[in-house]
């Protein structure tokens, strides 16, 4: 069996038949998970034209409480400390796939979207950073509606970080602040989890400078 250089690399790591899988002589449990493979990286690329992906790794379900294996994978021209990460499940050789690559793609949208509803309201906001806890599968590639996923009309499981200016905000004002970024959002029919740092200043260090903190879920 003809394999290329990158499934050779993968399959590799997660076997000891070194020799066989150079030769392209796999076993029923390294070919299921060389089909996977490919079926991910038909999906990944289907799903998102615009952009090219690399299979770096996978996290077998073996041992662990998840009905899927995990592969990771990369994006072109995309750093990231953390790879991308697409769940399979595999029931008679149908492909049941999700990613959580669309988060890329509506991130940025999103965060500058919610920080406009906060200034607007005369809050000094420093940042708003957003991450997403669901993965979706093919019903969502690039065009996903980023007022949808905000609002919860479709699910991502919104995770949203505000990092505000508190060099003017009293210390007795904390809670009404987390309390207005509440009254705010939730009267933008925002959804999700928030989580709201108070700084010294703009140019406080996120770490250390933090003068209070607190979440809410709406």
Known sequence: MELTSEEKK????????SEEIEKGELSAEELALLNEMRAVMDYLKKKYP??????????????????????????????????????????????????????????????????????????????????????????????????????????AGNDVKVFIDGSEIKESDYEKTVSDVEEILTRKNVIGDVYVVILKDANADFAKDRLYSDGFTI
């Open 10 to 17: 993968i399959l590799t790591g997660l076997s000891f038949d």
């Open 50 to 155: 615009s952009y090219s992906f690399e299979i770096t790794g996978c996290e077998p379900k073996a041992g662990t409480i998840r009905k899927y294996n995990e592969w990771y994978f990369k994006a072109s021209g995309i750093e990231r400390d953390n790879a991308f990460i697409s769940a399979v499940e595999n029931s008679g050789g149908k492909y049941l796939i999700k990613d959580d690559f669309f988060g890329e793609i509506i991130r940025e949208p999103i965060e500058k979207e919610v920080k406009k509803m906060l200034m607007n309201a005369g809050l000094k906001i420093i940042m708003v950073d957003v991450s997403f806890w669901e993965m979706m599968g093919r019903e969502y590639g690039e065009t996903i509606p980023v007022m949808k996923v905000l609002n919860g009309a479709i699910d």
